[in-house]
Every structure is written in C-alpha cells, then in structure tokens.
T-cell receptor, first 112, second 114 residues
Framework: DSGVTQTPKHLITATGQRVTLRCSPR?????VYWYQQSLDQGLQFLIQ???????AKGNILERFSAQQFPDLHSELNLSSLELGDSALYFC???????????FGQGTRLTVV | AQSVTQLDSHVSVSEGTPVLLRCNYS??????LFWYVQHPNKGLQLLLK??????LVKGINGFEAEFKKSETSFHLTKPSAHMSDAAEYFC????????????FGTGTLLAVQP
C-alpha cells in the first residue's frame, strides 16, 4: 500500500458526460501528479501541483482540468468525454517536487 | 530538456537467468533517476532511486541499477529472474526544482519463461 488513495477504482460513463476523479496523497506529501495510461499512448504526464499551486502541465486536454485543495487532496475533472478518454488515470504524490513519487492504484475510466 | 529512452520494449528471460533492462537518459542538470515496476492491473511501485549518492543503487526484490554518467545510462539488473518479476518496468528521470516533473520512459515489458 503506497498511502495514495484514488477514488473511484472504476468508472463507466457515456460520451459527453463529465466525471471527477479524486486523489488523497500520502500524509505529508505536498506534490501531486496526474498521469493517463492507455494502450496506444503509454503513460502520459498530465499535470502537477505543489502545495496548491499548478507547477507543470503535460499533455492535458483543454476538456480536462485539475486542482489541489488546501487539505492537499486533488481532483481531476474530465468533461465532454470521448471514447478515446478511456484509460487508467493515476495519481502520484511526493514530498518535494522531483523526489520519488508514490502511486495510487488508479481509476479505470471506461467511456461508452 | 530531459528525456529518457528505454532501449527494449520487450525482454524475455528464463527463470533463474539474469535480467538486464536498459535505460539511457538525457539531462542538462544532475538528474535523479528512478525505476518503477507495474504488475498487471496494478499501480506503479518504486523499485529504486538514484539521487547523486552511490552510483550503484540497490532496490527491492533483488534489483540493482548502476548510474554511469559517462554513458548516460541507468540500466536495471537482477542476477536471477523469478516468475513474479514478470511486469512492465519504467525508467524515470527528474531534475527537481520548481518546474520539475517526472519524465517516464515508454516501458519495458519483462516476460519470464519457466
């Protein structure tokens, strides 16, 4: 158990809908990362937060947004969902930026 | 800019034989380097990390990696493969600092034959 909690574990939704994925980082970790993993794209970095501030953006679509709250948990919002958004979404946390990150078990999103 | 290249997308070994998973990195700064493992339908688990201390790094489950600056490599090794080692392995580079992010390689899928 990495100490990073992601909910829900599985999510099935229809195209055009909006979903929110939640991540609770390890106790004491200030940095949160979001990644998308799909068969054709591999593991893609989406976005990073550090102590509530956005620090780095990767291949995150405009339909996606995220935030980190004062209690350090983070949410990833995916809207106007398309079939191609079906993937595993991982959250990771680390104490400092760039130090080793610990991953949650992921949320498997299926868009039908 | 930082990048990481995993030289093999698939590696197959027999149980009990050595494992070598190759990783080359590019970084303008002194990098931190990591190896992660992902078993099927599981999250990623940290195997080991290099952060400018000893160049030979020992990790969990008998894995080791050696940082070679002259070769810009950080290959992962294990003397004797076990069936439970079958998984996908990711090499990761990080610079640290305010604009840091972890850069993942494309992964190497390790198959272990009985």
């Amino acid at each position: 158990d990495s100490g990073v909690t992601q909910t829900p574990k599985h999510l099935i939704t229809a195209t055009g809908q909006r979903v929110t994925l939640r991540c609770s980082p390890r106790s004491g970790d200030l940095s949160v990362y979001w990644y998308q993993q799909s068969l054709d794209q591999g593991l893609q970095f989406l976005i990073q937060y550090y102590n509530g501030e956005e620090r780095a953006k990767g291949n995150i679509l405009e339909r996606f947004s995220a935030q980190q709250f004062p209690d350090l948990h983070s949410e990833l919002n995916l809207s106007s969902l398309e079939l191609g958004d079906s993937a595993l979404y991982f959250c990771a946390s680390s104490f400092h930026e760039g130090t080793e990150a610990f991953f949650g078990q992921g949320t498997r999103l299926t868009v039908v | 800019a930082q990048s990481v290249t995993q030289l093999d997308s698939h590696v197959s070994v027999s149980e009990g034989t050595p494992v070598l998973l190759r990783c080359n990195y590019s970084s303008s700064y002194s990098p931190s380097l990591f190896w992660y493992v992902q078993h099927p339908n599981k999250g990623l688990q940290l195997l080991l990390k290099y952060t400018s201390a000893a160049t030979l790094v020992k990790g969990i489950n008998g894995f080791e990696a050696e940082f070679k600056k002259s070769e810009t490599s950080f290959h992962l090794t294990k003397p004797s493969a076990h069936m439970s080692d079958a998984a996908e392995y990711f090499c990761v580079v990080s610079r640290g600092g305010a604009t840091n992010k972890l850069i993942f390689g494309t992964g190497t899928l390790l198959a272990v034959q009985p």
